[in-house]
């Protein structure tokens, strides 16, 4: 093993000691102390941490005055610039949740409380200040934070909630709303979102629901915007507020949208939290991942997630700090479980036994992952490892024979006796995949044809992949290269996999009853371990039929400006937009 230092941590305690005179000699003795070195796994990019004991020899010396670097003082002002690997799909965070504008959301928007998707699990205030539930569980009363403004200096009312609420209930609103609709409704009944009076709002459920709070969390919207634009929910997504500037309370403010450049934002100076530390975010629009590593190593750009390949070169750069955060974040095969080729669950599990998933993590992110042992990421409340598919081709190729499938012509398979299946037909299907996954795909295609099935891969961006298959009763496609991540601890994130009302409104045209009726007791509930048992039983199903294979939970690489400091900003990797307090982002002068 080669040894790089990637962060070094010290911490050394060292006891006052008071001098008899200022000419006394100064004391040297050793201490041991413990430090954090990183090495590189022989002939990998993949770092690991491991603690180091030395001694070393401290001198105690005369206490003097000085002034402390990093004073706030010294923290204000300063241009923060993140690089974004995506363009922004959109600025208005009811109609788009998808990847970087979530980064832009958790800067300029706010929910009314976390623990939802996108969000830390653990249910915190944000603008809801406080709440009750009556005795029945069915009237909410929420009581907001008082002295919020909007970016254009409104301030922030009851009556903003309930237009928000209205707008995500309301069919009529842009397909993005569409996503957090369910949530906001109980068996198709949506809920009542009532201002009591100017900040307290009062919402009635027709069923009790105990996660109300994690399931509505998504940031807020302006009211006074849209009624003076004159802008019905219809026309959102078209209307600048969603592809030019958005309108938000959180601790900075958009100023300017260059598409396919950046967006700039400045500090918001009325912030509920208080002044950010910094002058000026930009977020910088960069999607070839060299020409990212370049901004990275030049300074261009203070903050990026990069390609986990080019950690060996950054690790050389004195210049940079890297942070490898386990994120709550999947990759998965999705089957459509309609088409009769994956109808039984014995092929699903034989594709499981038949890829390589830690090939699949070396291809994608150079190891920085790990192999799932469960159909939900390990942040849901219950989680406990389940028996592991094994790599086993040989497996593979038995459950396959089981279902009707022999070997042919060539070594490939056909079918032979599966029903649905006209007897003769190969076992060839088509694998969408999107850009960014190929090297996913490209693995999984190798695997199959390993054991005589073929997956022709179409390179499809996923955007277009939902536009055709999203709500479909018959949906065209075979298998995906998909995933999710951020879908929060209590499972309800996951519905649009494995439980959203109906196989026509499932992703993977998957419906079960037993499945719908536990998921019912997880919502009606809100005990987290009787929600962690019963979250369990439906893994244990989801387990045997896999109606979607995980194939890795993912670790991302970001790096830094040494002389950005995140160190207030609570950094958290189940938050999406990664920093808990953004306005407590500084650069050194």
């Given at each position: ?7 070094l ?5 060292v ?36 603690e ?34 995506d ?21 300029t928007?706010?929910?009314?409380t ?17 709440w ?10 929420i ?40 949530r ?34 998504v ?30 309370t ?6 300017e ?5 950046a ?9 509920w939290?208080?002044k ?13 991942p ?5 901004a990275?190593?030049s300074?261009?750009v ?78 849901v ?38 029903e ?59 298998v ?6 951020w ?67 993912q ?6 400006n040494?002389?950005v400091?995140?160190?207030?900003t609570?950094?958290?990797p ?8 953004p ?7």
């Amino acid at each position: 093993m080669s040894k790089k230092r990637l962060i070094l941590i010290l911490f050394l305690i060292v006891s006052t000691i008071s001098l008899l005179t200022a000419c006394q000699p100064a004391e040297v003795t050793p201490e041991t102390i413990t430090i954090i070195e990183t090495v590189i796994v022989e002939g990998t990019p993949q770092v690991i941490e491991k603690e180091v004991q030395v001694t070393v020899a401290v001198t105690a010396v005369p206490e003097e005055p000085a002034e402390e670097v990093g004073e706030e003082s010294d923290r204000q002002g300063g241009v923060f610039t993140w690089g974004m690997p995506d363009e922004f799909p959109g600025f208005n965070p009811i109609l788009n949740n998808n990847y970087t504008e979530l980064w832009l959301f958790g800067l300029t928007s706010e929910p009314l409380t976390w623990g939802g998707e996108n969000y830390p699990t653990e249910l915190k205030p944000i603008l809801a200040e406080s709440w009750e539930v009556s005795e029945d569980g069915l009237v909410w009363t929420i009581h907001l934070r008082q002295g919020v403004v909007w970016h254009d200096g409104v301030e922030f009312t009851a009556d903003d909630v309930v237009f928000w609420a209205n707008a995500i209930q309301d069919p009529e609103t842009g397909e993005g709303a569409a996503w957090w609709r369910p949530r906001f409704e109980t068996a198709g009944v949506p809920h009542t979102f009532e201002a009591v009076d100017k900040y307290t709002v009062q919402v009635t459920t027709a069923e009790p629901i105990p996660s109300l709070l994690n399931q509505i969390c998504v940031p807020l919207i302006p009211k006074h915007y849209f009624e003076e634009n004159g802008v019905s929910n219809a026309d959102m997504a078209n209307d600048p507020f969603n592809t030019e500037i958005n309108i938000g309370t959180g601790p900075f403010k958009m100023v300017e949208y260059r598409r396919g450049e950046a967006a700039v934002l400045e500090a918001n100076p009325d912030y509920w939290r208080g002044k950010p530390y910094l002058d000026t975010v930009v977020l910088r629009v960069i999607p070839d991942p060299t020409a990212m590593l370049a901004a990275v190593q030049s300074g261009e750009v203070d903050w990026a997630q990069v390609e986990p390949q080019y950690v060996p070169q950054l690790l050389q750069n004195p210049n940079i700090e890297l942070h490898i955060l386990k994120m709550d974040s999947f990759r998965a095969l999705e089957f459509n479980v309609k088409k009769p080729m994956f109808a039984d669950k014995r092929v699903r599990q034989a594709f499981m036994h038949a890829v390589d998933r830690q090939s699949v993590i070396n291809a994608y992110v150079m190891g920085y992952g790990e192999i799932p042992d469960y159909p939900f990421t390990h942040v849901v409340y219950g989680y406990e490892p389940l028996p592991q598919y094994e790599y086993d081709p040989d497996k593979a190729l038995e459950l396959l024979a089981e279902v009707g499938w022999v070997e042919g012509p060539n070594g490939t398979l056909v079918a032979e006796n599966v029903e649905g299946v006209p007897a003769g037909t190969p076992f060839e299907f088509t694998l969408d995949t999107p850009p960014r996954y190929q090297a996913i795909g490209t693995v999984v295609q190798a695997n199959l044809a390993d054991i005589g099935v073929k997956a022709n891969m179409l390179i499809q961006d996923y955007p277009t992949w939902l536009a055709e298959n999203l709500g479909k009763e018959d949906k065209p496609y075979d298998v995906v290269v998909g995933g999710g991540g951020w879908l929060g601890s209590d499972g309800a994130g996951y519905s649009w996999a494995y439980y959203a009302g109906s196989a026509t409104n499932s992703q993977m045209s998957y419906y079960n009853p037993e499945v719908e009726g536990l998921w019912a007791q997880v919502t009606a509930t809100d005990d987290k371990e009787v929600k962690g048992e019963l979250l369990r039983e439906i893994a244990v199903i989801l387990w045997d039929e896999l109606p979607m294979a995980p194939l890795l939970w993912q670790n991302w690489v970001f790096a830094a400006n040494p002389k950005v400091h995140v160190e207030e900003t609570e950094l958290n990797p189940n938050l999406f937009a990664l920093f808990a307090k953004p306005e407590t982002i500084w650069i050194e002068k």
